[in-house]
């Protein structure tokens, strides 16, 4: 690690919901020193326009990712599985809108 | 060049003018770190509040206008009351023009300003005038926000390291006989008390040290002793800063008279 990344705060990722009843969603990422300062900061930095009504934020580096090198033997086998979508049985006419 | 206006002498107006006026200059200020703070999201965060301080600022200079034209004046408007009065009527409170100084002197003045204006606009919120009362159930919400962000920056640079515990202390030497000027009180105070417009600012001390004390004892901070030293913003009479910032808030509007964009 170099010396001016022992220096820098953490990076923090950012969800916001945007009104009760939704997600919350990714928008994001920051730097702050805490997690205080990291609800503020995104407060200022991503719910300036009125996008928010709720803020999570969690460090970046607590978040385990799939390896992108992974990702022909991860999700490349189910181009081909149409089956798996629900579409090959009709509906009553009762469940119009289901 | 546009001329100068007269505003009217009226205590109702010069109350509202002293509580605009601090708001305006304030976020004139704020707004100098717009591209300077010591982080992009602080960045951010200093000029939202700076926006949060400018939209306070037009609502009760609209205020202080339309009282004007009610006390047998010339009703004026938020832009002519910004950018067409002279320093000496200009009544913000002397602390809110000094110099942006460093990050210490920033958030300190910030947070006892930000403290100020939270009790004051709560106060404000059963004022006699229906007008200002509304303006501050809105900006009391804003001035919280403010507040809370400030102090954090107080306790986190008091507990920091060394350097920024002493500027901290440096900022506290320098702002600290500015601070008095929010508890004097005059006849314009005296006037707004009688008649329920809004709290005098003497009202306002005992609250103001209660939220204030503890912090500055939590950041490592010993206030200076009281001194006799009494800053005059309020009554027009201004710091040698206060001209600088005019020249640049108003000279578009003073140069091109109705200019907008």
Redesign the interface.
């Known amino acids: 690690m170099s010396h001016a990344a022992e220096h820098e705060?953490p990076l923090w990722e950012v969800f916001v919901r945007a009104k009760s009843g939704l997600d919350h969603k990714h928008c994001g990422s920051?730097?702050?020193?805490d997690p205080?300062?990291a609800i503020?900061?995104a407060?200022?930095?991503y719910t300036?326009r009125q996008e928010g009504t709720s803020i999570w934020v969690v460090r970046s580096d607590q978040i385990v990712a799939s390896d992108p090198g992974e990702k022909g033997s991860y999700f490349d086998p189910m181009e081909d599985k149409v089956y798996r979508h629900p579409t090959f049985y009709e509906l009553p006419k009762s469940l119009d809108h289901m | 060049m546009s001329a100068s206006i007269a505003v009217s002498k009226a205590p109702e107006v010069q109350y509202l003018l002293r509580i605009g006026d601090s708001c305006l200059i304030m976020a004139q200020r704020l707004a100098e770190w717009c591209g300077h703070a010591p982080v992009l999201e602080e960045d951010i965060a200093l000029t939202n509040m700076a926006l949060d301080l400018v939209g306070q600022a037009r609502a009760v200079l609209t205020r202080a206008g339309e009282l004007e034209a009610r006390s047998g004046g010339t009703a004026h408007d938020e832009d002519q009351l910004a950018f067409l009065r002279d320093e000496r009527d200009f009544l913000n409170l002397t602390l809110v023009e000094l110099p942006r100084g460093d990050f210490a002197v920033t958030v300190l003045r910030n947070a006892a300003m930000a403290t100020w204006l939270k009790l004051l606009w709560q106060r404000l919120e059963t004022s006699s005038d229906a007008e200002l009362a509304g303006i501050a159930g809105k900006a009391v919400k804003e001035a919280r926000y403010h507040q809370q962000h400030a102090a954090d920056w107080v306790l986190r640079l008091g507990g920091g390291t060394d350097e920024s515990a002493k500027r901290l202390r440096d900022a506290l030497v320098l702002l600290w006989p500015f601070f008095a000027e929010m508890f004097e009180s005059d006849e314009v105070d005296a006037f707004a008390a009688d008649t329920g417009l809004g709290p005098s600012r003497a009202a306002l001390r005992d609250a103001w040290a209660a939220e204030m004390l503890p912090l500055l004892a939590e950041s490592g901070l010993t206030p200076p002793a009281e001194r006799a030293f009494r800053s005059t913003g309020t009554r027009g009479r201004h710091s040698e800063h206060m001209g600088y910032i005019l020249a640049e808030m108003q000279h578009l509007q003073r140069a091109f008279p109705g200019a907008v964009w």
Not at chain 1, 30 to 33: E, G, M, V
């Open positions: 705060w920051l730097h702050a020193a205080k300062m503020q900061l407060r200022d930095v300036r």
